[in-house]
């Protein structure tokens, strides 16, 4: 089957990708279907670390570290609930991230890389909990 090679430039990253042949899913369809709004991202192992995030488009969870960066990235893994993306930031650091869906509001998200020359590795269930405030 052939495909169409496009760039792309979605919440700050940047990637190529394939268009799907008729039938296929679209490259980290998975994240498209979380649900937006406002997320609690509860970091493993650190009790009553967390922090809250606006989220209109799962994508974003890809660089939390990195957050608005322009970065080339690579697709790792693809499945149908779970992503690998390896992101390059240009002068700024790099990092590689897996998510795991459970629930289109319920994600366990594992990241490491290094932002700024500072090394950084965290795990976190990521958890939608309403709607975004203004």
Same mark, same amino acid.
């Given at each position: %089957?052939?495909? #169409?090679? #496009?760039? $792309? #430039? =979605?919440?700050?990253?940047? +990637?190529?990708? +394939?268009?799907?042949?008729? !039938?296929?899913? $679209? $490259?980290?369809? %998975?994240? @498209?279907?979380? @649900?937006?709004?406002?997320?609690?991202?509860?970091? /493993?192992?650190?009790?009553?670390?967390?922090?809250?995030?606006?989220? *209109?488009? !799962?994508?974003?969870?890809?660089?939390?570290?990195?957050?608005?960066?322009?970065?080339?990235?690579? /697709?790792?893994? @693809?499945k149908p609930n779970e992503v690998t993306v390896q992101y390059t930031c240009r002068g700024k650091g790099y990092?590689? +991230?897996?998510?795991?869906?459970? +629930?289109?509001?319920?994600?366990?998200? @594992?990241?490491?890389? =290094?932002? *700024?020359?500072?090394?950084?590795?965290?795990? $976190?269930? !990521?958890?939608?909990? !309403?709607?975004?405030?203004?």
């Amino acid at each position: %089957m052939k495909r #169409l090679a #496009l760039a $792309a #430039l =979605i919440g700050g990253i940047s +990637t190529v990708f +394939t268009v799907p042949a008729h !039938g296929e899913r $679209a $490259a980290l369809a %998975m994240l @498209d279907q979380l @649900d937006s709004g406002a997320w609690e991202l509860r970091q /493993i192992g650190h009790a009553g670390v967390s922090r809250s995030i606006c989220l *209109d488009n !799962g994508r974003k969870l890809i660089q939390l570290e990195h957050p608005g960066a322009v970065c080339s990235s690579v /697709i790792v893994e @693809d499945k149908p609930n779970e992503v690998t993306v390896q992101y390059t930031c240009r002068g700024k650091g790099y990092g590689r +991230t897996h998510i795991r869906r459970e +629930t289109n509001a319920l994600v366990q998200i @594992d990241s490491q890389g =290094i932002v *700024d020359g500072r090394p950084f590795a965290f795990a $976190a269930e !990521g958890r939608r909990v !309403g709607g975004c405030r203004s």
